[in-house]
């Protein structure tokens, strides 16, 4: 956890006790320009089964495409999101069980995968963006590239680490 505490960049969860959780908990490498973006956070999976943990890191593309996955998901299309270079989650809107499908999938980490079927409440979608809202409240980008390769810190940062 940072000083400020972990923010739920994406909270799924019922009440039978099944949850999908990215939990970020800071900046990775905060002052350092090449890394200072990237978040640290937590996958968090809970069942009356099983339960498990992963550690991540988030870059800014990701927050983008977690963005671009809410609009997908909004007009009714199943979504995949991170994946290549660690844990893929997807949602499936027409699970098994009759409710979304989240499916944690860390084949290039401990080459397992779990299926989490979550009967999410109405607003989900909303309460969703919010998280992503707060989010890049909390950790702003503040580092440009301004060329391939070349970084530098925004002009509009506010502080130094």
């Known amino acids: 956890m940072t000083e400020q505490g972990g923010v ?5 969860a019922d ?5 999908v959780v990215v939990q970020v908990t800071g900046r990775h490498r905060p002052g350092v320009l090449t890394a200072h973006d990237t978040l640290t956070a937590n996958v968090l999976v809970t069942t009356a089964f099983v339960s498990g943990q992963l550690d991540i890191w988030i870059a800014p593309r990701d927050l983008v495409e977690w ?4 609009d997908s998901l909004a007009a009714g299309q199943d979504i995949s999101w991170m994946g290549g270079r660690g844990p893929e989650i997807r949602i499936q809107l027409s699970g098994e069980r009759g409710c979304p499908d989240v499916i944690v999938d860390d084949i ?5 995968t779990v299926t989490v079927p979550v009967a999410v409440e ?3 979608m909303e309460e969703q ?3 992503l809202d707060e989010v890049r409240r909390r950790w702003p980008r503040e580092v440009v ?4 390769g070349v970084y530098e810190w925004s002009p509009h940062r506010k502080r130094r680490p």
């Open 15 to 19: 009440d039978e006790g099944n949850s």
């Open 145 to 148: 590239e301004s060329s391939f």
């Open 8 to 12: 739920d960049l994406i909270r799924l």
């Open 129 to 131: 963006r919010r998280r």
């Open 67 to 70: 963005e671009t996955a809410l």
């Open 122 to 124: 109405e607003g989900w």
């Open 108 to 112: 290039p980490g401990s080459m397992a």
